[in-house]
């Protein structure tokens, strides 16, 4: 079964892909982040398949997930589906091609109450 959510971000942002992911679950969201690839499956054809079924995509921006090859290419599966939800966690900015998006500013969220679904989600968020 396809999550609702799917979480892009850089290795050294991994403690904060944590916090949303859990309080995206404690919220009902089924979500999918690249922990659960288990041992001998391919990451590429994992992750593709999860992206590509995933109601949105949030991709984490931080100065670590700018230049990254593999969060542009995700954030860029999510925008070309229209189901991209960008969220900068430091006082970096996305990469060229994703700045003109109204984006969530979590720098100083530490993993309490989030902000409601996004809306762009491609069927309903949550159970």
Known sequence: ??????????????????RLAKALVVRGHSVW????????????QVIERELQSAGCVIVLWSRASAGSGWV??????????????PALLDGGEPPLGFRSMQTADL?????????????????????
């Open 72 to 85: 542009r290419d995700e954030a860029q599966s999510g925008s070309n589906r229209h189901v991209l939800v």
């Open 107 to 127: 720098s100083g969220w530490e993993g309490g109450r989030i902000i409601p679904a996004p809306s762009n989600c491609s069927r309903p968020c949550g159970r």
């Open 1 to 18: 079964m396809a999550a609702d959510v799917f979480i892009s971000y850089a290795r050294e942002d991994r403690p904060a892909a944590e």
């Open 33 to 44: 982040w690249d922990r659960d690839i288990q041992v001998g499956n391919s990451y590429t």
